[in-house]
């Protein structure tokens, strides 16, 4: 069983930025797909970015520009760098990693960022 633990959200003002990290257990995180997703309030969760076991990278269009994924193999950790941020990426964020071939996936508790002034 794959465990999430993610950190970094919190409130911050129109244009700031935020970095949320995700930890993984277990011992196959380097053969694992990495992603982020977000729920705003009210509205489906919805697929912000996606890191790939080999490095490449996928972004919604809403983000693009604005926001990186990376991933740390040796620290079993992804991270999404949110710059420029908007009221409207204002949404509990969550943590996915994605088993390549099996399709299994786990989810982390989820972190909320809140975009005001």
């Known amino acids: 069983q794959v465990q999430l633990a993610e950190s970094g959200g919190g409130l911050v003002q129109p244009g700031g930025s935020l970095r949320l990290s995700c930890e993984a257990s277990?011992?196959?995180?380097?053969?694992?797909?990495m992603g982020w997703y977000r729920q705003p309030p009210g509205k489906q969760r919805e697929l912000v970015a996606r890191?790939?076991?080999?490095?490449?990278?996928f972004y919604a269009d809403s983000v693009k520009g604005r926001f990186t994924i990376s991933r740390d193999n040796a620290k079993n950790t992804a991270y999404l760098q949110m710059n420029s941020l908007k009221p409207e990426d204002t949404a509990v964020y969550y943590c996915n990693l994605l088993v390549p071939f099996r399709g299994t996936e786990y989810w982390g508790q989820g972190t909320q960022v809140t975009v005001s002034s």
């Open positions: 890191i790939t076991s080999g490095g490449s990278t």
């Open positions: 277990g011992s196959m995180f380097s053969i694992v797909h």
